[in-house]
């Protein structure tokens, strides 16, 4: 099993619509609580980082962390085509490196 | 412009031809990685740096060489490629172990295929 389990999709979507996007792992230990956007034919970059659990919100974007299930989420409202992307969650634990799920890619259509 | 810069972007080798992918950063960041990208394994990790002169393996180390002569720079070898490492290569840079929040830094990646 692996530590990070993430759907790869495709997910599509209309433009306007919300967009859960979620991971679950089986570590305990992690912290430390990221998602990743990545374009097609660029570099993953930091999108959202949470520490604890609950909501964090950014704009359009909403990380939320369930520590007692194991499991995040990322929520879009009001997806854009912009948003279309391969989405990565990321978690670590003090004293380690991130440890990546395998992506969500996401098409979001006009 | 803070970044990690690799080269080459794109590069189609034959098998057995050495070759090195170069990264650079301008962060001052002590920590470098070496990541490969395959459709349904995500990002693995192939080997990392943790300062000057020090490397260790990551989870996908075989067939692949690194070293870290100065701070910034972290070239990544294939000294014999094969067709298994056709594959979508991110460098990434971090300040430093548990000295914020882990936040990786990516470079543009470099799409290698081996024939």
């Known amino acids: 099993q692996k530590e990070v389990e993430q759907d790869p999709g495709p997910l599509s979507v209309p433009e306007g619509a919300i967009v859960s996007l979620n991971c679950t792992y089986s570590n305990s230990a992690f912290q430390y609580f990221m998602w990743y956007r990545q374009y097609s034919r660029k570099g993953p970059e930091l999108l959202m980082y949470t520490y604890s659990s609950g909501n964090k919100e950014d704009g359009r974007f909403t990380a939320q962390v369930d520590k007692s299930s194991k499991y995040i989420s990322l929520f879009i409202r009001d997806s854009q085509p912009s948003d279309s992307a391969t989405y990565l969650c990321?978690?670590?634990?003090?004293?380690?490196?991130?440890?990546f799920g395998g992506g969500t890619r996401l098409m979001v259509k006009p | 412009e803070a970044q990690v810069t690799q080269n080459p972007r794109y590069l189609i080798t034959v098998t057995g031809k050495k070759l090195t992918v170069t990264c650079s950063q301008n962060m001052n960041h002590e920590y470098m990685s070496w990541y490969r990208q395959d459709p349904g394994l995500g990002l693995r990790q192939i080997y990392y740096?943790?300062?000057?002169?020090?490397?260790d393996k990551g989870d996908v180390p075989e067939g692949y060489k690194v070293s870290r002569k100065e701070k910034r720079n972290f070239p990544l070898i294939l000294e014999s490629p094969s067709p298994n490492q056709t594959s979508l290569y991110f460098c990434?840079?971090?300040?430093?172990?548990?000295?914020?929040?882990?936040?990786?830094?990516f470079g543009e990646g470099s799409r290698l295929t081996v024939l």
């Open positions: 740096s943790m300062n000057v002169e020090v490397t």
């Open positions: 990434a840079s971090n300040l430093g172990y548990g000295r914020d929040t882990g936040e990786l830094f």
């Open positions: 990321a978690l670590r634990y003090a004293g380690n490196m991130l440890t």
